[in-house]
């Protein structure tokens, strides 16, 4: 069976291409817009990702890490309690006015951790050299993607937040940026520049276990003791966010309705090349048919033609995928594209089945087959 | 092989008639048509167009149904089968030949007729292909049994049409118009290979065609006009089987 179809497609590879490409297309689409989804909404995360806790708690029910609102800082008290935790320390992170030099004002994100080699909530992008330049009140660290953004200079640039003087100390590279720039900073400082988070309070407590697998038993067992505040293991909190995002914003809805139209198109061009092709061949089928070759046979080898035609599809589109991603990266300058093996995989399976199943409405045709009429 | 004949018809008209159209436009194309056809011989039906023959030929190799009477062959009444019984007993027992090649322009000529032993009778690819080679050195196209339809002539393409109709070694084989594409000689030795499928091989052949220059190699002739038989015996039975009974 394989071998009839791929000659047939081989041989009229003409004819096929439109299927082909429609697959590779669509394959393409949901790679990239999925991609670019998840590319898009782990920068939402990074806060999360890029620091070394095993257990976030933060105020009650809180949807992202950039949602956290101020909890009392006596709170730390509860977590080093936890037989499981052997450190933990206070973090703070808040969206506040970044005035910019030259006039103008840009929502940023700022974050406010300890400093020290061991800290917790230090995004790990920070050289030691950067967390001692911290160390002094008003110095703040940005990502160099956001520069422009922030407009400054670069280092020794000075700007406010909140009102309060900040200068630029350091630069990071791939720290790239969703809702406003990350800006880096120590505790006092944050606490300076974040209104809300005046007084004694912080916005998460982190800790870090002995065993980083009893994160989980830490979670369950402050969610039993404490209901004015909520815990997250740290990949429980990273997908909260990530999830936030995908849900609550339009992108990820029009991102997933390209993705679903992407595929749409591919299935009607898919099915209308097999049905032509099909069509093209009836005299061919109905000698079949009148030589008492049951239905089924031909039905088969049309469905075999979708199979075919969705492996080459999704053959050439692997490759452009991975090129078009890696453009992408280096057109925006920072890694905005992510494609792992489980997104191609699933984007192959989804695309396949498209192929398949166009295939199946393609079937229609074979009803035409009328040996009868090769008679007349 | 004549000795082996049997008195029995193999294939039986019995009272055939059809129609087609309705109402004011309702045409009989056949009208209660009765003709007994026996293996081993090769007869071709012949008469002007529209006289009906393709359409007995229809009815005959169980594509049409029939308004009115029956046909039997190898003794089984083939219209009141279901229409799943009537597919098996053509994949068993027929073979066609229609006036275009009709073969798959991507596959060679050995794959057209592979794939009718594989997807008819689940051979396997080795005995397809033992098979597919065997009669295509019958059929003299060994040599090109890996071209394709373009690269065939039309003589060669149908040749191939008819080593696909062969490979089930069927009872029957019924070719609509087989020479009307091809020049006389390509056309002869497609009767030939076809005279050769009823004496060597024992099968049922009807031939329908125009061409009278293939009356000299069929043993039998039976003439059509207006959907009837003309001065058709009934009750014939091949010559030379008489003969026999007699001696």
């Known amino acids: 069976m394989a071998s009839y179809s791929l000659a047939t497609l081989w041989f009229e590879r003409q004819r096929y291409l439109p299927g082909v490409l429609a697959v590779a297309f669509s394959a393409l689409l949901i790679a990239l817009q999925c991609g670019l989804l998840l590319g898009l909404f782990s920068i939402t995360s990074i806060p999360i990702d890029h620091t070394h806790a095993d257990v976030w708690m933060g105020a009650p029910k809180v949807l992202s890490v950039d949602l956290g609102r101020p909890i009392p800082e006596s709170t730390l008290a509860r977590m080093g309690v936890q037989p499981e935790i052997e450190r933990c320390e206070p973090y703070l992170q808040g969206f506040a006015f970044w005035a910019k030099p030259g006039g103008g004002n840009e929502l940023c994100m700022v974050i406010g951790s300890q400093l020290s080699p061991d800290s917790l909530g230090k995004i790990d992008k920070l050289t030691p050299q950067q967390c001692g330049l911290l160390a002094e009140e008003g110095t703040v660290i940005i990502d160099e993607s956001d520069v422009k953004r922030l407009g400054v200079k670069g280092i020794g640039s000075t700007a406010e937040i909140s009102g309060h003087s900040v200068r630029v100390v350091g630069t990071t590279r791939g720290l790239p940026s969703l809702a406003g720039p990350y800006v880096l900073c120590s505790i006092p400082t944050a606490r300076k520049r974040l209104p809300i988070q005046q007084g004694q309070t912080t916005t998460y407590v982190l800790g870090r276990c002995r065993n980083a697998t009893q994160a989980e038993r830490v979670v369950e067992r402050l969610h039993q003791n404490y209901s004015d505040v909520s815990a997250f293991t740290t990949g429980e909190f990273s997908r909260r966010t990530q999830l936030h995002w995908l849900l609550k914003t339009k992108a990820g809805i029009a991102l997933g309705y390209a993705a679903a139209l992407g595929l749409l198109v591919g299935a009607v061009v898919t099915s209308q090349t097999l049905y032509a092709a099909t069509v093209a061949s009836l005299r061919e089928y109905a000698v079949l048919r009148a030589l008492g070759i049951p239905r089924w046979r031909m039905a088969l080898m049309v469905v075999s033609q979708s199979f075919w035609i969705g492996i080459i599809g999704i053959a050439l589109a692997v490759p452009a995928g991975y090129s078009l991603a890696w453009a992408a990266d280096r057109m925006m300058g920072v890694h905005i594209v992510s494609l792992p093996w489980w997104l191609q995989t699933s984007a192959a399976v989804v695309t396949l089945g498209m192929a398949l199943l166009s295939g199946l409405f393609a079937l229609r045709s074979l009803r035409q087959i009328e040996p009868a009429t090769l008679l007349r | ?247």
């Open chain 2, 1 to 247: 092989m004549i000795d082996d004949m049997p008195a029995v018809p193999s294939l039986q008209a019995v009272r055939l008639s059809r129609s087609f159209g309705q109402g004011e436009t309702r045409s009989t194309v056949l009208h209660d048509v009765s003709l007994k056809l026996y293996s081993g011989q090769i007869t071709l039906l012949m008469g002007p167009s529209g006289s009906g023959k393709s359409t007995l030929l229809a009815l005959l190799s169980g594509l049409l149904h029939p308004d009115a009477g029956r046909v039997v062959a190898l003794g089984q009444d083939l219209w009141s089968m279901s229409d799943r019984e009537r597919e098996r007993f053509r994949l068993r027992h027929c073979g066609f030949i229609f006036q275009g090649y009709n073969l798959f322009n991507a596959l060679t000529a050995r794959q057209q007729l592979e794939m009718v032993a594989r997807w008819g009778e689940g051979a396997s690819a080795s005995e397809a292909r033992r098979r597919a080679d065997e009669i295509l050195m019958l059929l003299g196209m060994a040599k090109k049994a890996h071209l394709r339809p373009t690269e065939l002539s039309g003589g060669e393409k149908q040749r191939v049409a008819i080593g696909r109709a062969l490979i089930k070694d069927p009872n029957f084989c019924f070719a609509d118009e087989p020479t009307s594409a091809l020049d006389w000689k390509a056309g002869e030795q497609v009767v030939e290979l076809l005279r050769s499928a009823a004496h060597d091989r024992g099968a049922t052949v009807l031939i329908v065609a125009h061409d009278a220059r293939i009356i000299e190699h069929v043993d039998r002739v039976i003439h059509m006009e207006d959907g009837q038989l003309i001065d058709h015996d009934d009750d014939y039975e091949p010559m030379l089987h008489k003969i026999k009974q007699e001696g």
